[in-house]
């Protein structure tokens, strides 16, 4: 079978990094997503890892490692807007895409 | 604006009632699929299609039909729903099967009473 796991919920203050850890168990592994969705709001996509290493995107960087079937999100220098949830994706050879549970990140003042 | 538009936004309907919703993208992609989002509960995958064929039907009640005439439109016929249904209906196109960027619509709200 195939499952991810995310923290539910993670807090942090504005200014502050914060890192969202992502645990799978698939078979056919293609590569690692990430998603943004705000209330209300479609997820949007934020980056992808398909070989092992960190991706930097602006503010946001995601880091895969293959071997130990996890991955990381990271955010940096948060800000109020990026309160949201954050899921982590697997893409794999059966042409299916499974979405992670999600993390409930808020930003506080 | 993803380029994924989805229609209705909002729809309630009785368990008797049939009704469809409508995806469309404007991206030139070749696959689209259909996810559920309820409350507490991650995505979960429903239909997939690529180049206009189903290539993925995740243990879907018959009372869900997809229908994908073309490759910019992707549909979903709703029969006889109960209630548990109420949900979020996300149509996301990505490139192909085997990219890790999905574009998402704003999805329809749906309320089976």
């Known amino acids: 079978g195939q499952s991810l796991e995310q923290p539910s919920e993670v807090t942090a203050v504005e200014g502050a990094i914060v890192q969202i850890n992502c645990t799978y168990q698939?078979?056919?592994?293609?590569?690692l997503s990430w998603y943004q969705q705000h209330d209300g709001g479609a997820p949007t996509f934020l980056s992808y890892?398909?070989?092992?290493g960190l991706e930097e995107t602006g503010r946001f960087s995601s880091f895969l490692s293959r071997s130990d079937s996890y991955g990381y999100l990271l955010l940096q220098e948060l800000q109020m807007k990026d309160s949201a949830s954050y899921f982590c994706?697997?893409?794999?050879?059966?042409?299916?895409?499974?979405f992670g549970p999600g993390t409930r990140l808020s930003v506080l003042p | 604006e993803t380029g994924v538009t989805q229609t209705p936004r909002h729809l309630v309907m009785g368990m008797t009632n049939k009704k469809s919703l409508k995806c469309e993208q404007h991206?030139?992609?070749?696959?689209m699929y259909w996810y559920k989002q309820s409350a507490k509960k991650p995505l979960e995958l429903m239909f997939v299609?690529?180049?206009?064929?189903?290539?993925e039907n995740n243990s879907v009640p018959s009372r869900f039909s997809p229908e994908c005439p073309n490759s910019s439109h992707l549909f979903l016929h709703l029969h006889t729903l109960q209630p548990e249904d109420s949900a979020l209906y996300l149509c996301?196109?990505?490139?192909?099967?085997?990219?890790?960027?999905?574009?998402f619509g704003e999805g329809s709200r749906l309320t089976v009473l």
């Open positions: 996301a196109s990505s490139q192909d099967t085997t990219t890790g960027e999905l574009f």
């Open positions: 299609y690529s180049l206009e064929e189903r290539v």
């Open positions: 991206l030139g992609h070749n696959a």
């Open positions: 890892n398909g070989l092992d």
């Open positions: 994706a697997v893409r794999n050879y059966g042409q299916n895409f499974v």
């Open positions: 698939t078979s056919g592994f293609y590569g």
